[in-house]
């Protein structure tokens, strides 16, 4: 039985993905994906810091924290991420030299293609209107 109560959960606020090397996401995410830095906090404690980016007027944003031992890099994120005009950032990505998977394209469905961040966790990228 479901308890009709109301959960206090009111949104998505930031997605966290596991990254080796938290400069090189950083600058994976501005320089070939366009994110924009929205909080970069030393963590001394945990030998990191806790940086979250997103694309610009994006409200998820997405943390790159470090992987550990039960939190590995290199996992299907599940992330999808909207463009405008899919053909045109497969391309440029490619031309960053960024692993892209084949763009997709059928019937009723937006266009899409997969990606690969600099410790193979993958993203996708979708189009939409």
């Known amino acids: 039985m479901t308890d009709p109560t109301p959960t ?63 939190v590995p890099a290199g996992v299907q994120t599940g992330i999808r991420l909207a463009t405008a005009d899919a053909i045109a950032v497969h391309a440029g990505l490619q031309a960053r030299a960024v692993e892209v998977g084949e763009l997709l394209r059928w019937p009723g469905v937006p266009a899409m293609f997969a990606v690969r961040d600099q ?10 209107p």
Do not use: C, K, Y
Request: cysteine-free; glycine content about 10%; charged content about 25%.
């Open 119 to 128: 410790d193979g966790n993958g993203l996708e990228i979708v189009e939409a």
């Open 8 to 70: 206090p959960i009111t949104d998505v606020i930031t997605i966290g993905v596991p990254v080796t090397d938290q400069e090189r996401a950083v600058e994976f995410n501005r320089d070939s994906l366009g994110f924009e830095l929205r909080r970069d906090v030393p963590l001394p404690q945990f030998g990191g810091r806790w940086i979250e980016m997103a694309p610009p007027g994006a409200s998820v944003t997405v943390a790159l924290v470090p992987a550990h031992e039960g």
